[in-house]
């Protein structure tokens, strides 16, 4: 099975909106994280926003927060008032602490979802 | 600054040649990564060096040589590659290779292999 889930291999929404990009993931590890990058279509990954499992609150970043519903095991990246220079590929990623001895430092991505921001 | 560097931008090889990408960062960071990124597809890893050793290799080909001089500087070494190695590489880092640790990554070389 899938470890991330990104299930909008492309969206589109309208300048000064608000977008939503879906993310669940599959652990059974008590302790990971999750990160969202973006990369433009230069290539460069941008990180966006954490959310660590044992945090209560869900994380925010200026325009980008994220809805962390840990029982559905889902961390949708909400985008609110899109510019036209959110145009770019959004992946969601974890990292999960059991890893940590043997694969420290790994971290799984999903496929990524493609957003179009238009005018 | 948050800022990892990486050279050159673009790189033409042959499949004879021997070509290295060069990969650093300043910000303290104990942990370095090279990625493969195939275009519309996530970044696939393929080494971690963790305070400057390599902690993981996940099954890359001998044509990929990784090296980590000191704490601020990754190479990757090619030689004898295959047209499908072509991609784009990114080096990232982080403070340590934890789980409470986001990466930062760089610009990336787009490699053509001919």
């Known amino acids: 099975a899938q470890k991330i889930t990104q299930t909008q291999p492309g969206m589109f929404v309208q300048e000064k909106e608000a977008v939503t990009l879906d993310c669940t993931y599959d652990?059974?590890?008590?302790?990971?994280?999750l990160f969202w990058y973006k990369q433009p279509s230069s290539g460069e990954m941008i990180f966006l926003i954490y959310q660590g499992s044992y945090d209560q609150q869900n994380a925010t970043e200026g325009r980008y927060s994220l809805n962390f519903q840990k029982a559905r095991k889902s961390a949708n990246l909400v985008i609110s008032a899109s510019q036209l220079g959110d145009s770019a590929m959004y992946f969601c990623?974890?990292?999960?602490?059991?890893?940590?001895?043997?694969?420290?430092?790994?971290?799984?991505f999903g496929d990524g979802t493609t957003l179009t921001v238009k005018p | 600054d948050t800022e990892v560097t990486q050279t050159p931008k673009h790189l033409v090889m042959g499949m004879t040649n021997k070509k290295s990408l060069k990969c650093e960062q300043h910000m303290g960071h104990r942990a370095m990564y090279w990625y493969k990124q195939k275009a519309k597809k996530p970044p696939e890893l393929m080494f971690v060096?963790?305070?400057?050793?390599?902690?993981i290799n996940e099954s890359v080909p001998s044509r990929f040589s990784p090296e980590c001089p000191n704490s601020s500087l990754l190479n990757l070494h090619l030689h004898a590659l295959q047209p499908e190695d072509s991609a784009l590489y990114l080096c990232?880092?982080?403070?340590?290779?934890?789980?409470?640790?986001?990466?930062?990554f760089g610009p990336g070389t787009r490699l053509t292999v001919t």
């Open positions: 990623a974890m990292r999960e602490a059991l890893l940590r001895w043997t694969n420290a430092g790994k971290s799984t």
């Open positions: 990232a880092s982080s403070q340590v290779p934890g789980v409470l640790y986001e990466q930062y």
């Open positions: 060096y963790s305070y400057e050793k390599l902690s």
């Open positions: 652990t059974s590890d008590p302790s990971y994280g």
